[in-house]
């Protein structure tokens, strides 16, 4: 619960930096992506090996209340792609005016889940993210890096994996 609620808050100052820039300035964008943080975990439950799979299973598949059908699928997507490859297959089954905002909070969750992978709560960066179309730009405070050269080293990863989803990750 407690990883959680830090990933959720950094995934929403991430949000709150660039979602107008990416045109996220929806409310329910906010919400689904806060949704997403809280559950990005859940399938832990189930095994820790790959569970961000067991997550996007139980998410697709219960009787969530309040959730349309489209919401429920939005959602087990965040979580399946939290890590690890971003299945572009799943994003291209939504329909086509959801596959942007949907990579787009993908992206924002998968930052704040990096920003956090120590899972330590002293550890808070407060990066400053900016965005210009299929390019971002995170800049954490001078040292920053230097002190978690984990995370620097998750993040040269994670800027490949986002470049096969089109997206331009640099980070200072």
């Known amino acids: ?5 830090r990933v959720e808050q950094t995934a929403l100052k991430l949000y709150q930096q660039v979602g107008d ?3 996220l300035n929806r409310p329910e964008y906010c919400e ?3 949704w997403a943080a809280h559950l990005h975990e859940i399938g832990l439950v189930v095994s820790h090996s790959q569970y961000q799979k067991h997550g996007a299973y139980l998410l697709r598949n219960a009787d969530l209340s309040g959730f349309t059908r489209q919401e429920q699928t939005v959602l087990a997507m965040l979580v399946l792609a939290h890590r690890r490859k971003v299945p572009q297959e799943d994003f291209a089954s939504l329909p086509e005016s959801k596959q942007d905002c949907a990579r787009r909070l993908c992206v924002l969750l998968r930052l704040a889940v990096l920003i956090h992978r120590g ?13 210009d179309k299929a390019e971002l ?10 002190d978690h050269p984990l995370t620097r ?16 990750l640099l980070f200072c």
């Not at 730009?137 to 230097?146: M, T, V």
């Not at 993040?155 to 331009?168: F, W």
């Open 1 to 5: 619960m407690e990883q959680a609620l």
């Open 21 to 23: 820039k990416w045109k």
């Open 32 to 34: 689904m992506l806060g």
């Open 119 to 131: 899972r330590s709560a002293t550890t808070k960066p407060n990066p400053v993210l900016s965005a």
């Open 137 to 146: 730009s995170l800049c954490f405070p001078d040292g920053w890096l230097g």
């Open 153 to 168: 080293l998750e993040l040269e990863e994670e800027s490949e994996r986002l470049k096969q989803v089109g997206i331009h």
